[in-house]
């Protein structure tokens, strides 16, 4: 069975340049998850998805990143006007729907640093 | 506030001595709480998880963590480490059944 899909695996952006990366999780998988994960620290939520729904992006921040997931398959997380904060490695996960048992699988992350 | 925290962010063993990473967690209730492991440039690997019933609960490669609900923690241990073992050991915690909440990591190095 594939696992969770992502790409690029590396990027590398000056300061002010948009970037996208994108995600394919599990066949199958109705959950869909974007993690950002700053060097040395856990993996912090940005976005999760039901099917095409957004069910919370809190903590995303709105005014230079979005996400979108528009067949409930695939989906892209975008940054605008990258900043060095950013630098981080974004993570994608995929579950088959949420609560007892539920399990949730990560892809390898793509690792973007903003120079 | 409602958070996993991993007090150790270094840890370091020799080959074959046993291994205990520390987490404790604070949420309202029992949450799910997990265990995943990652290697370098890799993805998040899933040790074990516990939902209910025997706190204690086994992983894969040897691994097993206790549940505490009087303690709020959560560790994870090993009887014996692998040099293989060397990676870093993330706690998570998912308190509405749907979102998994990290703690900060505990880089663990095995030394020959």
């Known amino acids: 069975e594939a696992g969770v899909t992502q790409s690029p695996r590396y990027a590398v952006l000056q300061e002010g340049q948009a970037v996208s990366f994108w995600c394919d999780p599990i066949s199958g998988h109705d959950t869909l998850y974007w993690y950002q994960q700053p060097r040395d620290q856990g993996p912090q939520l940005l976005v999760y998805f039901r099917d095409e729904a957004v069910i919370d992006n809190s903590q995303l921040p709105s005014d230079r990143f979005s996400a979108v997931r528009p067949k409930g398959t695939n989906s892209t997380l975008k940054i605008q006007s990258a900043k060095q904060g950013d630098t981080a490695t974004y993570l994608c996960?995929?579950?088959?729907?949420?609560?007892?048992?539920?399990?949730?699988?990560f892809g390898k992350g793509t690792r973007l640093t903003v120079v | 506030a409602q958070s996993v925290t991993q007090p150790d962010a270094r840890v370091t063993v020799s080959e074959g001595a046993s291994l205990q990473l520390r987490c404790k967690y604070s949420?309202?209730?029992?949450?799910?709480l997990f265990w995943y492991v990652q290697y370098q440039r890799q993805g998040l690997q899933l040790l074990l998880k516990y939902y209910s019933g025997d706190p204690v609960v086994q992983g894969v490669n040897g691994f097993e963590a206790e549940f505490s609900k009087s303690d709020s923690s959560f560790h994870l241990r090993k009887a014996s480490v692998h040099w293989s073992d060397s990676a870093v050991y993330f706690c998570a915690a998912m308190p509405n059944y749907n979102v998994l909440y990290f703690g900060s990591g505990t880089k663990l190095t095995v030394e020959p």
């Open positions: 949420y309202s209730g029992t949450p799910y």
């Open positions: 996960a995929s579950s088959p729907g949420t609560g007892v048992d539920t399990e949730v699988f």
